[in-house]
């Protein structure tokens, strides 16, 4: 049905969305709550056409970061009222959600992950494998070792969600347009102006991208890569079954692979195979409204098998329906939202890996509040469009890793697991030395990183558990001989960016919340703030020219950097931003040897009083122009070198040479881990972001504010520095070694929850558990108040008794690291 106001498309709108999908609707039912009635939801065939309409319509809230599963719990929460609000029925029941343990790995999983919750919020009970039964009477429980419940997870029928949120969007003035195509977006001078639909042009300022499936080919239009792809997805519909209730919880079975919902008195029942089926490989069908695929009985099979065993009832019940629907799935399992980075005011929404009906309500609230407000509501890191980068443009390539997520949607989710298809796809030039030498490697956003050495004889590969993995003894060695020697570290993957012009200081300056007003030569660690004061970006800035800097910033945030310093260049500065990532390899040589290894093969003088710390110089070494960093991010003495690519192998092994009479070791990222956390460095995206101010994080020192320089973020810093902060980064140790921390355990202070810890380790030095996290209070938080209280960890549901800490754990006296 097209709008009832007119059926004429108005030739103007400020913001225009595309695909009357849950998260189109959302999307704009956001925007009309916000005041935007100016905006305009097209839909080429009906509103829920695409994929909406055949979800099978579960809705839970758990994910392993908080804020998303603050956006599920915000979903429940307009689920809960919209039909009231808008006397359109949605089909909203909160029965509860159930899942299963199978194994005692499980279990532990399922444990930690109520942990997990209750850092979080959310209500999470463990319960006997009997107790689930009398909740869900039809299931055996002959292999179930325990089972969580949370309570206010629920199901809805995504059609009628999806047309309550069109009819609420419309009380707010918003036009939907059905029947209508979008066939092209025009930009001009970098940004969108208009839409051309297949009912005539909109002039417009703003679009947003809710095109599900289709959103990858309406992206590539205007060059935008939304690194999605089609999967086949099924799930069966059966007749009534005797006692199958209307109260009955959701149930997941991940050692199954299956999950349930009821549905009119029977069973919906699907699942998520191994071997999933990529679909529209070659270009999508026309018009492909309320349409499905065929079902694929022989590959549902493998479903069906694992369901007998749980849910004996399924042999005999009649099935209604064996629903096919593709559905568009992401290389991480994570939905897709943000600006795109390559198209000012072009916004996406889209991948949702078959929880959209999950995520639509509070998906749509962010993206709104992102379209209106330029950011997001709080730090979305996990769904961020910017979280991708040069590996997820090849199609071939996205679909490999896509379906080997989807594959491991219900698998074990262990601890520090990495994925295994497309790989290796970006190397450095030392990848293949490396790999002889027993390097296991991790991947980050397609670099290939070593994270440890494999001893002569063992295999470079992990094996992986919830208890200490097969890796611990090396990395240990690795930690040790930093500490006591010298270690090489190939952190060639670091993204890398130019800002070069007459400018570029005073664009920085803006940027910046430190002062890099600083003379040629010198290095400045930074973070750039957003106007809440919060952490966009954490990284290394150095003064290479008069008109130059060098910024070197974490592998996984090239994309979200360049976009963040890009767009706050002030508009009429001459200052140009070149990733120049792929130019240079990276080699850190790190410990109290470092000098006279790296002293051997450089004529030039490395001695403190030539070379102190904190500034850069371009030395020759090995035959190689060499920019040297002195600088460390695990507190020893040492230099990151940057060397043109061509020369890497060359330098690694002077450097190898060199080192042998103080026993130079490689070493890899999990060692830079452990040695980090001792010495209390941070990391973006765990301890620090866009909701964490440094004066809550504690680096209100690497900030200018005693300088009359305005930047960015500091009127924030101003006024928290006055009212004082509410919640702190702290450091806790928990001395019994046989305790695993992992990150996301609760924090309780005098037995009440303040937070959760944001990163966690082993320190190899101090031989203790390290965890950091934020201790929150409402009425402030200072350093009486963080000094009085009682603190313990609840880790896999178990409390433990922990000690805080104010400065590093390990502080290998910073004039050693400095001379
Ligand atoms: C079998 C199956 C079971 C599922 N079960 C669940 C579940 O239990 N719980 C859950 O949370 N999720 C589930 N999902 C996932 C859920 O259905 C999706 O995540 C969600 O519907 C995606 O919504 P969307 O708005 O992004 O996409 P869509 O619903 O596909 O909407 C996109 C719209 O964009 C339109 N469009 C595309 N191009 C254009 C253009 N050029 N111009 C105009 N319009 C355009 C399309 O016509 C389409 O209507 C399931 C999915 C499947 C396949």
Same mark, same amino acid.
């Given at each position: ?8 498309? *108005? ?38 056409? =695409?994929? /909406? ?37 949605? =089909? ?51 292999? $179930? ?16 969600? /999806? ?11 918003? #036009? ?77 079975? *991940? ?22 089926? *990529? ?66 005011? !072009? ?35 996990? $769904? ?21 997520? &989807? ?101 920085? #300056? ?46 996984? &945030? ?44 450089? #004529? ?63 070493? =890899? ?94 320190? !190899? ?6 965890? !950091?996290? &934020? ?45």
């Amino acid at each position: 049905m097209t709008d009832s106001k007119s059926d004429t498309l *108005p030739k103007d709108a400020r913001i225009v969305v595309i695909g009357g999908g849950i998260v189109g609707t959302s999307t704009a039912y956001h925007l009309g709550k916000m005041g935007y009635s100016d905006t305009i939801l097209i839909e080429r065939g009906k509103l829920t056409s =695409g994929t /909406t309409f055949h979800a099978a319509g579960l809705v839970g809230q758990l994910r392993s970061n908080a804020n998303i599963t603050q956006l599920l719990g915000y979903s429940v929460d307009l689920y809960k009222n919209l039909e009231k609000e808008t006397e359109q029925a949605t =089909g909203w029941k909160m029965n509860g959600g159930l899942r299963l343990a199978c194994n005692e790995e499980r279990w532990t999983e399922v444990k930690r992950q109520a942990t997990t919750a209750h850092s979080f919020g959310l209500d999470m009970q463990l319960l006997t494998p009997k107790e689930a039964q009398e909740l869900w009477p039809m299931m055996t429980i002959d292999d $179930v070792v325990g089972a969580a419940f949370l309570p206010t997870d629920g199901q809805a029928n995504p059609s009628d969600i /999806t047309l309550s949120l069109a009819k609420g969007a419309r009380m707010n003035g918003v #036009s939907i347009f059905e029947d209508t195509e979008v066939l092209d977006v025009e930009v001009e001078d970098g940004k969108v102006v208009a839409v051309v639909t297949s009912k005539g042009r909109i002039v417009c300022d703003k679009v947003v991208n809710c095109c599900g499936q289709w959103a990858r080919q309406e992206a590539k239009k205007v060059g935008v890569n939304v690194p999605l792809v089609s999967v086949e997805h099924q799930f069966m519909i059966t007749e009534k079954i005797e006692g199958i209730t209307s109260d009955l919880p959701t149930l997941r079975d *991940p050692d199954r692979l299956t999950y349930y919902k009821e549905d009119v008195g029977g069973l919906v029942m699907g699942g998520y195979e191994p071997n999933g089926i *990529p679909w529209a490989t070659k270009g999508f069908p026309e018009k492909f409204h309320f349409s499905l695929l065929d079902s694929n009985w022989d590959h549902f099979e493998q479903l069906i098998e694992l369901a007998l065993g749980r849910v004996p009832a399924l042999e005999t019940a009649g099935v209604r329906e064996l629903i096919n629907g593709p559905e568009s799935f992401t290389p991480d399992g994570n939905f897709i939202l943000g600006e795109a980075p390559e198209l000012k005011n !072009y916004f996406v929404g889209a991948g949702f890996n078959a929880f959209g009906i999950a995520a639509g309500g509070g998906a749509g609230m962010a993206l709104a509040e992102w379209v209106v407000n330029g950011e997001p509501p709080y730090d979305l890191w996990p $769904v961020d469009i910017r979280r991708f980068g040069r590996a997820h443009f090849d199609t071939d390539w996205v679909r490999k890793r896509t379906l080997e997520a &989807y594959g491991k949607h219900y698998t074990m989710a262990w601890p520090f697991e990495e994925h295994s298809s497309g790989r290796p796809n970006r190397r450095s030039p030392l990848y293949d030395v490396l790999e002889k030498q027993g390097a296991c490697f991790g991947e980050k956003l397609g670099w290939e990183r070593p994270n440890w050495f494999a001893n002569k004889g063992q295999e470079a590969k992990d094996i992986y558990s919830f208890e200490r993995q097969n890796w611990f003894e090396n990395v240990g060695k690795e930690h040790l001989l930093t500490r006591s020697n010298v270690t090489v570290f190939d952190q060639s993957s670091f993204a890398k960016f130019k800002l070069v012009g007459p400018d570029a200081e005073k664009a920085l #300056s803006w940027i910046c919340a430190n002062d890099v007003s600083k003379k040629t030569g010198a290095l400045i660690y930074t973070q750039m703030l957003n106007d809440r004061g919060g952490i966009e970006c954490d990284l290394t800035v150095v003064r290479v020219a008069e008109n130059e800097f060098y910024i070197v910033t974490g592998t996984g &945030y090239a994309t979200h950097d360049f976009d963040w310093i890009r767009k706050n260049i002030p508009e009429g500065l001459n200052a140009q931003l070149v990733d120049v990532t792929s130019g240079y390899s990276v080699l850190s040589v790190m410990g109290p040897d470092a000098r006279k290894v790296l002293q051997k093969i450089s #004529s030039d003088d490395l001695s403190n009083e030539n070379f102190a710390f904190g500034t850069m110089q371009t030395i020759g070494v090995a035959g190689a122009p060499v920019m040297a960093l002195r600088v460390t991010y695990v507190g020893e003495l040492g230099w990151e070198l940057h060397i043109p690519t061509e020369f890497a192998i060359n330098v690694y092994q002077a450097l190898m040479t060199a080192g042998e009479e103080y026993d130079i070791g490689n070493a =890899g990222y999990r060692a830079i881990e452990s040695l980090r956390l001792e010495k209390g460095y941070r990391a973006w995206a765990s301890d620090i972001g866009p909701d964490h101010t440094p004066l809550e994080a504690g680096m209100g020192w690497a900030c200018k504010l005693k300088k009359d320089i305005d930047f960015k973020g500091r009127k924030a810093l101003e006024s928290q520095k006055e009212e004082g902060v509410k919640k702190s980064l702290c450091c806790f140790t928990i001395d019994d070694t046989d305790v695993i921390l992992l990150g996301r355990e609760t924090i309780y202070r005098n037995g009440k929850r303040v937070g959760w810890l944001t990163s966690a380790g082993f320190g !190899y030095t101090v031989n203790k558990n390290i965890g !950091y996290g &934020y201790v929150r209070n409402d009425e402030g938080v200072n350093r009486a108040y963080l000094e009085s209280g009682e603190y313990e960890l609840e880790v896999g549901t178990v409390r433990h008794k922990c000690a805080i800490h104010f400065n590093a754990l390990f502080d290998p006296k910073m004039e050693k690291v400095k001379q």
